[in-house]
């Protein structure tokens, strides 16, 4: 994506800092119902109960992200986590350590085993690209680089077994205004945001469009004030629970405790500013 001003990246370290480890035995079709609000706070894996497990994932990723370095006992500076390969060894070591596993022994190696590479590549991939997509989002609303580049497109990155049809003719449509919130959550069923990646192994991104092209297409006018939307997607955000078993209602109020206000048929998440207690 092209911005006005180089990016850093304090958002994507914000992105990755905020989010929670939750070990539960929710599989991938329970933690797709839960709201995108409390999805995109938690850190998870699908069948995976072990909390301390995921939050050394987590704590590897957020080194890995922030270049984090440390001395040896040679007075030597190198960096704490290297890449896919030290988080994949790593973690399967410690997967085995602990016992974790499928239950089916048929499952072994497979996307359901919690210690199979492809499975342990698909989560440092997935979240690193969400980690920077969010940081270049969130960059991109600020109120000049909206106005050199108030649109964005679709682009494909890599290729992939099975292109998703939605992208496949989005990737045709155009531009859009990085505004169409509605539209680009559209193209990410998955996770249910606007920012990449947009599903998981989807091979997508987004380049910006800028004024002159935008105003060109229709999607702008000259001189018009683009207004950035919501500071924070997830601030305050709203969503419905209804639907939802109370078994799982029950846990994500376990889960995310005073982080979240469960009111009626929805729940949402609490800013640090917010005082009001979560449903007990």
Request: with cysteine.
């Amino acid at each position: 994506m092209e911005l006005v001003a180089g990016i850093t990246f304090d958002e994507a370290l914000q992105k990755l800092g905020e989010r929670s480890p939750v070990g539960s035995i929710l599989n991938s079709a329970e933690w797709s119902r839960v709201p995108v609000a409390l999805r995109e706070r938690a850190f998870f894996s699908a069948s995976v109960e072990s909390t301390r497990w995921l939050q050394s994932r987590l704590d590897f990723l957020n080194d890995n992200l922030a270049n984090t370095t440390a001395l040896n006992d040679n007075g030597e500076r190198y960096f704490v986590a290297g890449g896919r390969a030290q988080f994949i060894k790593d973690a399967q070591l410690d997967a085995v350590r602990s016992g974790l596993g499928p239950l089916d022994p048929n499952d072994a190696g497979s996307l359901k085993d919690i210690r199979s590479g492809t499975r342990l590549a698909l989560i440092f991939d997935t979240s690193i690209e969400s980690a920077y997509g969010f940081g270049h989002w969130k960059q991109g609303q600020d109120p000049d680089a909206l106005d050199a580049y108030p649109a964005q497109r679709l682009i494909r990155v890599r290729a992939v077994r099975k292109p998703r049809p939605y992208h496949q003719a989005a990737l045709k449509d155009g531009p859009r205004l990085k505004s169409d919130i509605a539209y680009w959550v559209s193209l990410n069923p998955d996770f249910g945001v606007p920012w990449p990646p947009y599903g998981w192994n989807s091979g997508c991104d987004v380049e910006g469009v800028r004024r002159a092209e935008s105003d060109r297409l229709g999607l702008t006018k000259p001189n018009e004030v683009i207004k950035p939307v919501e500071k924070d997607f997830n601030d305050n955000l709203k969503a419905s629970t209804q639907g939802l078993s109370s078994r799982l209602l029950d846990f994500l109020r376990a889960a995310f405790g005073q982080q979240a206000t469960f009111e009626g048929d929805s729940v949402r998440w609490n800013s640090e500013d917010d005082d009001t207690p979560s449903e007990e």
